[in-house]
């Protein structure tokens, strides 16, 4: 059973299209998170929602939006994406900062 | 602010030798945790180590073997006898108790090492 899932793997759209992506923890844990990693391979955490509640929310446009339906879920919306959007995105979950498991990733290409 | 840093960008060497990543952090808190992960060409991240603020024995688990040194704020990395299958990126990250005092806020990463282990 994966510990993190994603979905999409892959996802290529246009430049203005709006999109999301999924992620699903069957892990138990209290917090999940965004991260972007870009071409240079750097990663940096774009949002942290704990027991659904949002705790970090950095320099990330609001064209992002990150929505929680429960503590298994957390999602990505992404409005008119931009070709700076491009990167790739993991989803990761954790239990008090103690352990932090990462999807698999999405690969999001804007044209 | 926490920061890691990885000074080595890329490392080439010959399989079967020693290799070693360092990765020096900075923190205000005296509850931190320390990861290594590993990030193979295909993509994923694997989940290497977690060393927590109190611990600073060393560890060892096959060809890895882990050194945290607080007093140096260092949480190197080697491995022994390098095999072609080591070749990938490898990240050092720190999470901190952070605002909420739970560890919510995430990690926050190195630059990673590309670590290129040649036949």
């Known amino acids: 059973d994966t510990a993190v899932s994603q979905t999409p793997k892959y996802l290529v759209t246009q430049m203005g299209n709006d999109k999301s992506i999924k992620c699903e923890q069957n892990?138990?844990?209290?917090?999940m998170y965004w991260y972007k990693q870009d071409s240079k391979k750097f990663l940096k955490i774009m949002f942290s929602?704990?027991?659904?509640?949002?705790?970090i929310n950095e320099t990330v446009p609001n064209r992002f939006s990150p929505k929680s339906p429960d503590k298994a879920h957390l999602n990505l919306h992404i409005n008119s994406l931009e070709l700076g959007d491009s990167a790739v995105y993991f989803c990761?979950?954790?239990?008090?900062?103690?352990?932090?498991?990462f999807g698999p990733g999405t690969r999001l290409t804007v044209l | 602010a926490q920061k890691v840093t990885q000074a080595q960008t890329e490392i080439s060497v010959v399989e079967k030798e020693d290799v070693t990543l360092d990765c020096v952090y900075e923190t205000r808190d005296t509850t931190y945790y320390l990861f290594w992960y590993k990030q193979p060409p295909s993509g994923e991240l694997v989940f290497l180590i977690r060393?927590?603020?109190?611990?600073?024995q060393n560890e060892i688990s096959g060809r890895y073997s882990w050194n945290f040194q607080k007093s140096t704020s260092s949480f190197n990395f080697t491995i022994t006898a390098s095999q072609v299958v080591d070749s990938a990126v490898y990240f050092c990250a720190l999470s901190e108790a952070g605002r909420t005092g739970g560890g919510a806020d995430g990690l926050t990463f190195g630059k990673g090492t590309h670590l290129i282990i040649q036949p």
């Open positions: 929602y704990n027991n659904k509640e949002l705790i």
């Open positions: 060393r927590n603020s109190f611990d600073e």
């Open positions: 892990l138990g844990h209290d917090t």
């Open positions: 990761a979950s954790s239990l008090r900062g103690r352990w932090e498991f």
